[in-house]
């Protein structure tokens, strides 16, 4: 019994190790089974790592990329907004533009041979719209290009063609025109339409065309040629005064060429010294004294020689150096001043400055500079301003009224000429204005020249504002502008435009001497 007992307890026993070991076998491979488990997430997680910062970094890539493609797309725009419009149209006026123009005019020239008519072409820049935008602004420049786009439009006959070439140049295509005398016709009608005034936002502008026209197919057979064939007679059509038309011929395209040639030594005539100033004396009447001299431009050409002001101030207000070559002038004569005031201290220099001058950047400055620098009264210096400038003159005013409190005294030259109201006379701090010569030429033989001096006086005077009248050379006109009390007489009669070496020579030697009793 025992002995049974015994065995069953051992059987018992080796079950329990058998069953023990088979649980630690189970274990240790549920273990092995979770290490591997585990190992695999680790890697799992590793990987998923990896490839959200990859992720990431292609987010960012993305982003930069997005950013140079935004900018790629911004320049794109801008350099569409450049080009001439698909639709052939002008952006600004809503008129065709240059490559429409073409594609009429070549449509045209087809049909001239079959036709036996003339065709006209003709090429319009407005005057002095640079003045326009210096002084007004370029909302108001705009406007009056869209008002002067208009106005041609209602101008011309049914079938012409009016269009913008660029800027404030304009293009008329005439098609079907019997002979010469109705383009003449035509261009006439053109000038009577643009000179009547415009109103632009509270402002009256009056304003001009210069006009040159070609003629198909005498002056060419093709679209180009007849343009720059046209722009060449608007370069003389500028030349003889502006406002009016010109043919072309080929005389006109020299003319072309020679203003080129004019342009380009322009440039560099200031860096060689071939500016000079000339001198002109002015005379005190009721003194009998010289009391001071306007200094005038020349241009000293390799070439050319002697070259008026008249053929190249033009030139320098169209490609921008009338105001380096403003500033030299004001320099030179405000130095040339105080160098005579040493023997003549109560002696006045007057400069004159162009429209351009006052869109100068602290214009003010430069002037206190340059007095400073010469260490003439302000007093002594005189600015004369044209009458066309204060036509536009609403951004000159804080100007000039901040030189006139310097001491600087400001007039109008060439006052009588203009079409700018007189209101500005109360606008401006001005003290004298100058009468222009073409009305003194005819003293004392034209009652019109005669008549409108004295009421210029006797306006000049009423508003206490001194009188100088230019362009005297006989003394039957220095007697008649004496009886009427003119304060101050300019021309060759007194003495004509000379170098700085020469003029006070003339002066002391002429008329018993001009000069004396200055020095007191």
């Known amino acids: 019994m025992l002995a049974l007992l015994t065995l069953l307890i051992c059987i018992i026993c080796i079950y329990l190790f058998k069953t023990q070991h088979q649980l630690k076998i189970q274990h240790q491979s549920v273990v092995d089974s979770l290490q591997k488990k585990s190992d695999t997430l680790l890697r799992t ?8 910062k990859r992720t990431k970094d292609s987010e960012a890539a993305l982003q930069d990329l997005n950013s140079i493609l935004q900018v790629e797309m911004l320049e794109i725009k801008k350099m569409n907004e450049r080009l001439p419009p698909f639709s052939g149209r002008d952006l600004l006026t809503d008129l065709p533009n240059r ?49 002067i786009g208009e106005r041609l439009g209602l101008t011309l006959r049914v079938g012409d063609t009016v269009a913008r070439i660029d800027g404030d140049t304009f293009a008329l295509l005439c098609i079907d025109v019997a002979t010469r005398r109705d383009l003449t016709t035509i261009a006439q009608s053109v000038l009577d339409a643009l000179s009547k005034p415009f109103f632009i936002e509270n402002h009256e502008i009056n304003s001009t065309v210069s006009i ?6 005498e002056d060419g057979e093709g679209a180009e040629t007849l343009l720059l064939n046209a722009e060449a007679a608007l370069s003389r059509a500028r030349k003889r005064g502006r406002n009016n038309w010109q043919y072309y011929s080929k005389d006109v395209h020299q003319s072309m060429l020679f203003r080129a040639e004019m ?73 040339q001043c105080k160098e005579w005031q040493k023997g003549f201290p109560h002696l006045s220099m007057a400069v004159n400055f162009a429209a351009r001058q006052f869109q100068r950047e602290n214009l003010t400055g430069l002037v206190g500079q340059v007095l400073n620098r010469s260490n003439l009264d302000p007093r002594c210096l005189e600015v004369e301003l044209t009458e066309s400038l204060a036509q536009y003159s609403d951004e000159a005013v804080e100007v000039l009224t901040e030189l006139s409190e310097m001491g600087v005294v400001i007039g109008v ?5 203009g079409f700018s109201s007189l209101s500005y006379l109360k606008q401006f701090p001005i003290s004298f204005i100058k009468i222009d010569q073409s009305f003194v030429s005819g003293i004392p033989t034209d009652a019109n020249d005669m008549a409108i ?53 003339s002066l002391r030697t002429k008329n018993g001497g001009l000069l004396s009793g200055l020095h007191t």
């Open 413 to 417: 030259d060439d006052f009588g000429i």
């Open 212 to 217: 040159g026209i070609s003629i198909s197919p």
């Open 453 to 505: 001096t004295t009421a210029i006086i006797h306006l000049g005077h009423s508003l206490h504002l001194k009188v100088i009248a230019e362009g005297v050379e006989e003394a039957d006109q220095m007697a008649f502008l004496s009886r009427l009390h003119c304060d101050q007489i300019q021309g060759y009669l007194i003495g004509k435009p000379s170098p700085s070496e020469t003029v006070m020579h």
């Open 99 to 147: 490559l429409l123009f073409i594609d009429r005019l070549n449509q045209a020239l087809t049909r001239v041979p079959f036709q036996n008519r003339h065709l006209g072409v003709y090429y319009l820049n407005v005057d002095h719209f640079k003045g326009v935008n210096d002084v007004l602004g370029y909302k108001i420049g705009d406007l009056l290009l869209r008002a």
């Open 45 to 52: 997680n590793s990987i998923l790592r990896e490839e959200a």
């Open 263 to 335: 342009e380009n030594s322009l440039r560099s005539a200031l860096k060689r010294n071939e500016l000079k100033l000339y001198y002109q004396p002015k005379l005190d009447l009721a003194l009998n004294r010289v009391v001071g001299f306007e200094a005038l431009v020349r241009w000293q050409h390799p070439r050319l020689g002697l070259v008026h002001p008249k053929e190249f101030i033009s030139i320098a207000e169209e490609i921008g150096l009338i105001v380096p070559i403003g500033e030299w002038v004001l320099t030179t004569a405000c130095m």
